[in-house]
């Protein structure tokens, strides 16, 4: 056990919506990643918050958008969804604000855009 | 550009034989470089990480990778492989892109153990 819990396990939605991913890090950890993995883009880097801020940004779409609260949980949202949306969502976390140390996985949220 | 490779798609062997599946990057600077396992259905799982020191670095369940700075490689070994080993390997680099460090991975190699 990773200590990182994603909700949902599963999403599934049509295109168009809009929904909301959940991540709570381990306890202890401030930074909190994102990343995408797909058949076809294979895992992709979504971003970073460190402590409250966004710290790092990678292939992140426009129609996303993310956060992280003072309890430091964080939430991925996604928009206007596409059928290419459809992927594993991951979120990670560690304690410093750099990806030097090791990253500590959930076990994912499947995204299933119909 | 910063990347990593991961030349083969599947590395199959028999239990009990040593593994090896390859890594190559390209990053400027020194490399930070890890290696993560996933098994089905889970999230990637820390195996271990080279920064500095030793080229030869110790993990988690027997694994370890060997670093070697020419060839740009940063090979995973087990010398003793088990069924249990089967899964999806993930090697990655700490690299300085889109004004920010972030961790880039490779396309991830299958690792299929054989009884």
């Known amino acids: 056990d990773s200590g990182v819990t994603q909700t949902p396990k599963h999403l599934i939605t049509a295109t168009g919506q809009r929904v909301t991913l959940r991540c709570s890090p381990r306890s202890g950890d401030l930074s909190v990643y994102w990343y995408q993995q797909s058949l076809d883009q294979g895992l992709q880097f979504l971003i970073q918050?460190?402590?409250?801020?966004?710290?790092a940004k990678g292939n992140i779409l426009e129609r996303f958008s993310a956060q992280q609260f003072p309890d430091l949980h964080s939430e991925l949202n996604l928009s206007s969804l596409e059928l290419g949306d459809s992927a594993l969502y991951f979120c990670?976390?560690?304690?410093?604000?750099?990806?030097?140390?090791?990253?500590?996985f959930g076990d994912g949220t499947r995204l299933s855009i119909l | 550009a910063q990347s990593v490779a991961q030349p083969e798609d599947q590395v199959k062997v028999a239990e009990g034989n040593p593994l090896t599946v390859k890594c190559t990057y390209s990053?400027?600077?020194?490399?930070?470089l890890f290696w993560y396992v996933q098994y089905p259905n889970r999230g990637l799982q820390f195996l271990l990480k080279?920064?500095?020191?030793?080229?030869l670095v110790k993990g988690s369940y027997g694994f370890e990778a060997e670093f070697n700075k020419s060839q740009t490689s940063f090979h995973l070994k087990k010398p003793s492989a088990l069924v249990s080993d089967s899964a999806l390997y993930f090697c990655?680099?700490?690299?300085?892109?889109?004004?920010?460090?972030?961790?880039?991975f490779g396309s991830g190699t299958r690792l299929l153990v054989r009884p």
């Open positions: 990670a976390s560690n304690r410093g604000p750099d990806s030097n140390q090791p990253q500590h």
């Open positions: 990655a680099v700490r690299g300085w892109k889109d004004s920010s460090y972030k961790l880039i």
């Open positions: 990053v400027s600077g020194n490399p930070y």
């Open positions: 918050y460190y402590n409250g801020e966004e710290r």
């Open positions: 080279y920064i500095t020191g030793d080229n």
